[in-house]
């Protein structure tokens, strides 16, 4: 068996297999299904200062090898996560990662104040508005992302920042660079492409909200393609996400430039995609002679 741990920002995973941000909860539920602590980590659910109920139903939608949510960071808070959740994730041994999300540059600071020390890694949601800014992403301008990561890196003095950024934006390369300067110890991507599905009966989108994030098996040659121009851009760590479904595709990003992957949508699709993901990338370290994972990390060479 290849030895499958790898180290990010001084934090060691038993695996490079994290489960992404808004597809786990917090992990109770599939805990009832398998014991999570064969996984790497877990990005917890997107969470605010306060509770919040999210967006009107429908909020998910089915397309061709994608779904589309608009849930809205519906969450119980960070007070809650801290008292009801954080002890029993770190009880089972898993790089715990608090995915936050604000409204403003203070409700940032805010929250990654409260939760350093706490967690192995924040994880900066900057795909949410800016209500002082007209509602525009944070994640959207490098300007802005730059800000909004000093703002978090202020407040973590014992915690590693990680910024996941959108795709919807002009330069990968260019938001990845905002983020370092920004004091990032690491980045994260991709979050959710904008998409919307229409039901051609009513005419009418089938969410609520009219768009939704895209996530799933259909996204992945574009987040593979935005994960290599991210490594490539920084100097800091990548932790690359999107579509993934299989052991092939660990080892496809991983070749691209990530040092670890999250997993999402195939959380929906099969229960126990992760520990299966797990086993298909021992299988393919084995079966190709690699005795350490991370000996395949950035190792792909252009045509």
Known sequence: MADLSVKVCG?????????????FGFGREYDEIYDISVIGGVSTKGMTKEPRLGNPVPRIAEGKSVILNAVGLQNPGVEHFIKEDLSFLKDKGVAVIANVAGKTFDDYGEICARLDGLVDFVELNISCPNVKAGGMAFGIKPE??????????????????????????ESIPVNAKAAQSGGADCISLINTLTGMVIDIERRKPLIANNTGGVSGAGIKPVAV???YEAAHAVDIPVVGMGGITCGADVIEFMMAGARAVQVGTANFTDATAMPRIIKETNAWLDKHGVKDINEIVDTLTLN
């Open 11 to 23: 934090v060691t995973l038993k695996n490079p297999v994290i489960a992404a941000s808004g597809t």
């Open 144 to 169: 802005s992302i730059k800000k909004v990561t000093e703002v978090a890196k202020s407040a973590l003095k014992r915690t590693p920042l990680m910024v996941k950024l959108s795709p919807n934006v």
């Open 225 to 227: 393609r935005m994960v």
